[in-house]
């Protein structure tokens, strides 16, 4: 077995241009899935101790989960990142497509079947209230996890309960119909638009946050239902087999594809990888949604 001495340029090499025919690109054609506009005005408003104001947003977990997270769930890789910013922070669409909204959540179980506790209480895993936007523009997919509420801008699709655990509909439809302009589910976002809110649906700590057959996200109440996580919007980008469903390995928007404290923020000094997905400031830090691009 070969020894890898660098992680980031090894996932870069198997995972940045894979694509399901060959070679893919990776050009620029996302920002951050926040206004700072909005983040402003409610970090402005924010009462939570816990977050630190200077910081616009922070990074809590990239490509490999930090070793904090991993003993609260067992997993390694995320392939994901996580942007904490106070609950209720409005999402933005980080790119003009299709967008389907669904909820998804299953109870973290041991090897023996029984389910995880954290002090003694029951543990969730999943994304929760999300949005996923097929982008034309790229042929790719981004889905956007964890929120609080979902505007009306998007249509929600009822999971449905299979074995204690919520699962998702309509996120596969296939690209053809999901394109048509004939499924009543599927909403055109545009580029900016608030999509809804952050949070941590999903990752639920002893209670429900989604009731059999609601039309709408059951929107809790934070002060009384606390997560494990802190709120956060999660970010993924990737394809779907068409035959399948089944996603295709998922790419790092910075290239960076490493934990936590390697990626850059406005008050964390990092370099940005080579060929990240996301527009970039003069100061190579992403745009958001509502700067020129
Ligand atoms: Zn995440």
Known sequence: MPRIENWSQYRHDALHHLGLDGHIDAIPYLTLPLRKQ????????????????????????GTIYSQAEQRIHGKRIHAAIDYHVPYGTPVAAPACGYAVASYQSAWLREPDGSIRTLEGRPIAFGLGYYIQIYVPEVDRYIQLGHLSDLSDVVHFSKPVLEDRDWIPTHYATPLDELTSGKLDFVSYVNHGDILGQVGYSGLRWGYDDYTLGAEQPVVIDPEVHVSYDEPHVHVEEFYRNQLTGAKTPRRCIYDIYLSKDRY?????VRQMGSEPLLYL????????ADDHI
Not at 39 to 60: S, V
Not at 281 to 288: A, Q
């Open 281 to 288: 400031d003069s100061n190579e830090l992403p745009k958001f």
């Open 38 to 61: 909005e983040l402003l005005d409610t970090i402005r408003y924010n009462r939570d101790p816990h977050f630190n104001k200077r910081r616009l947003y922070d990074i809590t977990e």
């Open 264 to 268: 850059p923020t406005p008050t964390r």
